[in-house]
């Protein structure tokens, strides 16, 4: 499988490297030249298969020789053969039309580990024999921080730095990362906001005196190798609910568009889907792009559901390139134009292109908080904010009642135990392979908001780890 870049300066790249690279070298994202397509017959004979054997039959097309089927197999093994429930990603019945897609049975509690989990065994495998390591940096403001860490810790390839701003995320997140004691992993407490622990993240990323000592590399959403590891999901759950002879409809709870996406390329490869609702909260920036054509970055409010507090989304871009028919001209002007000016009207021909397959909507708190109210009174079910918000969505999008409506549950409620509790009076609590985290011992770096001092610090700690490692 040969991959390009959105914005069209470069081509013919395969899976190991667009892996490595993350963003592509002109800006842009990278997808696959052509999208692999199974027939019905083929879809239909997947039903039955564990998890991770359905992992590898989807991923392959993408894959191609950069990895042989056995070490697809073992790494699709060793990445879900952590999650703590069996089926990986279990479906729960809610009411007659709608269901709950549990992605959260992974280490960290979020629908991120199904992709990094997967993410981190790719980084091992690539690096490998090269003599290099990978410095992977990140700022978090709370659920992609834990997932990173827990996909590279103890992992000989990559040393991990995350940044969080010191004391403005919840216990329970920065627990998660914080008790994670492997010597390649480096958390990071910054005075200041996510907004600075980020822009220095930025920084670092451009910075030659960096980049010349260590390999700097990120795990962000706009790898394609996550979107990837998502598509799986949704082929797992439409097997279980009649697919492909019977359509499906979704419901995601979305940010930078990722996830969403990953549904959107199931579609494409042959998976019948009814209906993909993008649920966004009051950053509606996706909403208004959808239902409107309006395209522009607003002020950041911040919501009960912070994994979903973005301005911008950036996979949003893989979508416009797509409907453009790869037109990479067209679509670098559309995207300098939103670069330059913050704003972005989506043409009418490619939002009837959009409108044909998706949905949209803002949700708004209260009616989150009535959901996860109703959720629980209607099911015995406890969803965290960003789950409630895509049921949300999904009660409010009149589907034809005979299409099962599968909302993704992205996070597991006891991340969110105070949002949960005000809307519905229980309180989750955490499952028992983790009820001990607040018994864990801690450790993290606690450094000012001063660029120097926090390059330093990492180039000090990636040197002297390279020289034990040898
Ligand atoms: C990251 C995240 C989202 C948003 O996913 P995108 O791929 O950015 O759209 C939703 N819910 C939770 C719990 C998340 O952590």
Same mark, same amino acid.
């Given at each position: 499988?040969?991959?390009?870049?959105?914005?069209?300066?470069?081509?013919?790249?395969?899976?190991?490297?667009?892996?490595?690279?993350?963003?592509?070298?002109?800006?842009?994202?990278?997808?696959?030249?052509?999208?692999?397509?199974?027939?019905?017959?083929?879809?239909?004979?997947?039903?039955?298969?564990?998890?991770?054997?359905?992992?590898?039959?989807?991923?392959?097309?993408?894959?191609?020789?950069?990895?042989?089927?056995?070490?697809?197999?073992?790494?699709?093994?060793?990445?879900?053969?952590?999650?703590?429930?069996?089926?990986?990603?279990?479906?729960?019945?809610?009411?007659?039309?709608?269901?709950?897609?549990?992605?959260?049975?992974?280490?960290?509690?979020?629908?991120?580990?199904?992709?990094?989990?997967?993410?981190?065994?790719?980084?091992?495998?690539?690096?490998?024999?090269?003599?290099?390591?990978?410095?992977?940096?990140?700022?978090?403001?709370?659920?992609?921080?834990?997932?990173?860490?827990?996909?590279?810790?103890?992992?000989?390839?990559?040393?991990?730095?995350?940044?969080?701003?010191?004391?403005?995320?919840?216990?329970?997140?920065?627990?998660?990362?914080?008790?994670?004691?492997?010597?390649?992993?480096?958390?990071?407490?910054?005075?200041?906001?996510?907004?600075?622990?980020?822009?220095?993240?930025?920084?670092?990323?451009?910075?030659?005196?960096?980049?010349?000592?260590?390999?700097?590399?990120?795990?962000?959403?706009?790898?394609?190798?996550? @979107?990837?590891?998502? $598509?799986?999901?949704?082929?797992? #759950?439409?097997?279980? !609910?009649?697919? *492909? %002879?019977?359509? =499906?409809?979704?419901?995601?709870?979305?940010?930078?568009?990722?996830?969403?996406?990953?549904?959107?390329?199931?579609?494409?490869?042959?998976?019948?889907?009814?209906?993909?609702?993008?649920?966004?909260?009051?950053?509606?920036?996706?909403?208004?792009?959808?239902?409107?054509?309006?395209?522009?970055?607003?002020?950041?409010?911040?919501?009960?559901?912070?994994?979903?507090?973005?301005?911008?989304?950036?996979?949003?871009?893989?979508?416009?390139?797509?409907?453009?028919?790869?037109?990479?001209?067209?679509?670098?002007?559309?995207?300098?134009?939103?670069?330059?000016?913050?704003?972005?009207?989506?043409?009418?021909?490619?939002?009837?292109?959009?409108?044909?397959?998706?949905?949209?909507?803002?949700?708004?708190?209260?009616? @989150?908080?009535?959901? $996860?109210?109703?959720?629980?009174? #209607?099911?015995?079910? !406890?969803?965290? *904010? %960003?789950?409630? =918000?895509?049921?949300?969505?999904?009660?409010?999008?009149?589907?034809?009642?005979?299409?099962?409506?599968?909302?993704?549950?992205?996070?597991?409620?006891?991340?969110?135990?105070?949002?949960?509790?005000?809307?519905?009076?229980?309180?989750?609590?955490?499952?028992?392979?983790?009820?001990?985290?607040?018994?864990?011992?801690?450790?993290?770096?606690?450094?000012?908001?001063?660029?120097?001092?926090?390059?330093?610090?990492?180039?000090?700690?990636?040197?002297?780890?390279?020289?034990?490692?040898?």
């Amino acid at each position: 499988m040969e991959y390009i870049s959105t914005r069209g300066q470069s081509e013919g790249q395969s899976f190991r490297d667009v892996t490595l690279a993350g963003l592509g070298s002109d800006g842009g994202l990278y997808v696959p030249k052509n999208w692999p397509r199974f027939d019905m017959e083929t879809i239909a004979s997947w039903a039955g298969l564990p998890y991770a054997d359905l992992a590898c039959r989807i991923m392959q097309p993408f894959i191609g020789d950069s990895l042989t089927d056995a070490q697809l197999k073992s790494l699709c093994d060793a990445a879900y053969g952590g999650f703590s429930h069996d089926a990986v990603a279990p479906l729960v019945q809610i009411d007659q039309q709608h269901w709950l897609l549990e992605l959260f049975h992974g280490p960290t509690l979020a629908f991120k580990d199904v992709a990094l989990q997967l993410l981190g065994g790719l980084f091992e495998e690539f690096m490998q024999g090269s003599g290099k390591r990978l410095t992977i940096i990140g700022a978090t403001s709370g659920d992609t921080g834990s997932a990173a860490i827990h996909a590279v810790a103890g992992r000989a390839a990559a040393e991990i730095f995350m940044l969080h701003p010191s004391g403005r995320i919840s216990d329970v997140q920065r627990r998660q990362m914080t008790t994670v004691l492997a010597p390649n992993v480096h958390n990071i407490a910054i005075e200041g906001s996510f907004d600075d622990a980020q822009a220095m993240v930025k920084r670092m990323f451009n910075d030659p005196h960096v980049n010349n000592a260590v390999h700097v590399s990120a795990v962000n959403s706009i790898n394609w190798a996550r @979107l990837m590891a998502q $598509i799986v999901y949704y082929f797992a #759950a439409a097997l279980q !609910l009649g697919g *492909p %002879h019977r359509k =499906i409809a979704f419901s995601v709870p979305t940010g930078n568009f990722g996830d969403v996406f990953a549904g959107y390329v199931a579609h494409k490869m042959g998976l019948p889907i009814e209906r993909l609702i993008v649920a966004t909260n009051r950053n509606d920036i996706l909403d208004r792009a959808i239902s409107s054509g309006d395209y522009s970055r607003s002020a950041l409010e911040p919501t009960a559901a912070p994994s979903m507090d973005i301005q911008v989304s950036s996979n949003f871009e893989r979508l416009l390139f797509d409907m453009v028919e790869q037109d990479s001209t067209r679509l670098a002007d559309m995207m300098q134009g939103f670069e330059a000016t913050n704003r972005l009207t989506i043409d009418s021909d490619i939002r009837e292109r959009i409108t044909a397959l998706f949905s949209s909507a803002a949700v708004q708190h209260d009616d @989150l908080a009535r959901t $996860i109210d109703w959720a629980y009174r #209607a099911s015995g079910e !406890l969803l965290d *904010p %960003h789950t409630a =918000i895509g049921l949300a969505a999904a009660r409010d999008a009149q589907i034809d009642t005979s299409v099962p409506l599968v909302t993704l549950a992205t996070a597991h409620p006891a991340k969110f135990p105070d949002a949960v509790e005000r809307a519905c009076g229980i309180r989750p609590v955490l499952p028992g392979r983790i009820g001990d985290l607040f018994d864990r011992q801690e450790k993290f770096k606690e450094l000012p908001g001063d660029y120097d001092a926090v390059a330093a610090y990492i180039l000090a700690q990636a040197n002297s780890d390279l020289s034990q490692a040898g």
